[in-house]
């Protein structure tokens, strides 16, 4: 009963910052790597970013250019995904995904790597 719990979604305006959780539950969580996924409607879920199982590595998605930052505290079974400059392009449900790595600073990129999915949160970036 490994469960992903996204929070932290909304409307913002363009321009504007949003910070996404996920917390995670049945499983142990340093010993995965996390990811966040997002999703639009017509469109097929894309990568954002991933971190390794203790923070020490990160990846980014390239049309990000900077303004998202992921990270964990895996002392409270949870992930980030800080998002800033905020444009309608944004606009997706979001989605925080767990993935069993052999080694700690693996960063699965592949949505086939993960096994585990949240619900998602909604993002809607308004003009």
């Known amino acids: 009963q490994v469960q992903l719990v996204e929070s932290g979604g909304g409307l913002v305006q363009t321009g504007g910052s949003l910070r996404l959780s996920c917390a995670a539950s049945g499983l142990t969580f340093s010993n995965y790597a996390m990811g966040w996924f997002r999703q639009a409607p017509g469109k097929e879920r894309e990568f954002v970013a991933a971190v390794s199982r203790g923070g020490e590595s990160t990846y980014y998605a390239s049309s990000l250019n900077g303004r998202f930052t992921i990270s964990r505290d895996n002392t409270k079974n949870t992930v980030f995904l800080q998002m800033n400059n905020l444009k309608p392009e944004d606009t997706a449900s979001y989605y925080c995904?767990?993935?069993?790595?052999?080694?700690?600073?693996?960063?699965?990129?592949?949505?086939?790597?993960?096994?585990?999915w949240g619900q998602g949160t909604q993002v809607t970036v308004s003009s």
């Open positions: 995904a767990a993935s069993g790595t052999l080694y700690s600073r693996y960063i699965p990129r592949s949505r086939t790597e993960y096994k585990n």
